[in-house]
């Protein structure tokens, strides 16, 4: 894990279910002054060649999305005040 105080961390998978997971926090303060504003980039790779670009194709990445989509609901409910950012977008396959 990479840790930038204040501004970023990093964790990456070096044992499990993918080829690569690289996921990216980014914190700033918010625009117009009023809390932090969190960012997510995620690159992964799912092993077993085109069975798993299938599998990605499939249910990895929708499973990706509605993980990330769930924790923003809830960091909404927690932090009421600052709410209304963008939804997330989602997870990005690594390029092969």
């Given at each position: 894990m990479s840790v930038t105080e204040g501004a970023c961390f990093i964790d990456e998978q070096r044992r499990g279910p993918y080829r690569l997971w690289h996921h990216e926090h980014h914190f700033r303060p918010a625009p117009g002054g009023g809390g932090v504003e969190m960012t997510d980039i995620v690159h992964y790779e799912i092993p077993f060649g085109w069975i798993g670009s299938l599998a990605n194709a499939l249910f990895v990445r929708r499973q990706l999305d509605g993980i990330f989509k769930y924790?923003?609901?809830?960091?909404?409910?927690?932090?009421?005040?600052?709410?209304?950012?963008?939804?997330?977008?989602?997870?990005?396959?690594?390029p092969r």
């Open positions: 924790r923003y609901r809830q960091i909404e409910r927690l932090f009421p005040a600052t709410a209304g950012g963008p939804e997330p977008s989602g997870a990005i396959p690594a």
